[in-house]
């Protein structure tokens, strides 16, 4: 791996903590945004000035970014019918207009160099109906298009992709135990048999970010997870049967 310094926003844990983790294990100067757990700067990506404000602290550190994560991102459960409007602005507010904000700063400081690659993390529920997850999927749906406008706008200078998992073992997933009916169901509808785990998702997000010719690209990382329909007349993938 030969990169110049790499940020990761929302570094402080699960997919972002193992992609650091990975750069650190490589030698790379990585700098870690985060509003909590372990980070070098303390950066809400909800608020501009404060993006701003670490962006230029980076630089001041490390010199231009070359390689920039962005795992920022907030869960929500609810059904349409009845979530708070309020959570709307919340769920929006993280996963498409701060991932956003924090691309644009972040791109502005590294696309004088003619280099850069900025990969964020999306979801398989961007294109999947996960049914109490609407605001979320709605808003890693418009993540996606983020990571296409933007692919298109900042090229040659800048590449920008985006990894998408599916359910993966990260704080997100709050107190749900992994042996419980509903992530054990989730294991065993999964072809590769189980869950992601931080790591899994951290490997395609650093392979990706060195893959000089794929820019725009929404590269799923779930094991499979997404091949099927949850139609299944066979029972075969119903954790209630069998």
């Known amino acids: 791996m030969s990169t110049g310094p790499a940020v ?13 983790a990975r750069y650190r294990a490589a030698q790379v100067d990585v700098v870690v945004w985060d509003v909590a757990g372990d980070s070098d700067i303390v950066c809400d990506i909800t608020d501009p000035e404060q993006i701003d404000a670490a962006t230029a602290a980076t630089v001041a550190l490390v010199g231009m970014p070359s ?31 701060g991932v956003w904000l924090t691309m644009r700063s972040l791109a502005g400081a590294m696309r004088p160099t003619g280099r850069g690659s900025i990969v ?7 294109q999947l109906a996960d049914q109490t ?5 709605a808003s ?3 993540l996606d298009m983020i990571v296409k406008v933007a692919a298109c706008e900042w090229a040659p200078a800048v590449r920008v992709n985006a990894v998408a998992p599916g359910v993966t073992d990260t704080p997100m997933l709050g107190r749900a135990p992994l042996d419980g009916a509903w992530l054990s169901g989730v294991a065993r509808r999964t072809p590769m048999d189980r869950i992601g785990r931080p790591d899994d998702i951290a490997e395609a997000v650093v392979a990706l970010h060195g893959m000089t010719w794929v820019t725009g690209a929404i590269v799923s990382c779930d094991g499979g ?12 993938g119903d954790p209630t049967q069998g």
């Open 8 to 20: 990761v926003v929302g570094g402080g844990s699960g997919i972002g903590a193992s992609v650091a």
């Open 67 to 97: 390689v920039v994560t962005i795992s920022a991102g907030v869960g929500q459960s609810g059904p349409l019918s009845e979530v708070d409007p309020a959570e709307w602005d919340r769920v929006m507010g993280v996963n498409a207009k």
């Open 120 to 126: 964020a993390i999306s979801s398989v529920s961007s």
């Open 133 to 137: 997850m609407g605001l979320y999927c």
């Open 140 to 142: 890693k749906a418009a």
């Open 225 to 236: 997870l997404s091949l099927h329909s949850p139609i299944d007349p066979t029972g075969a």
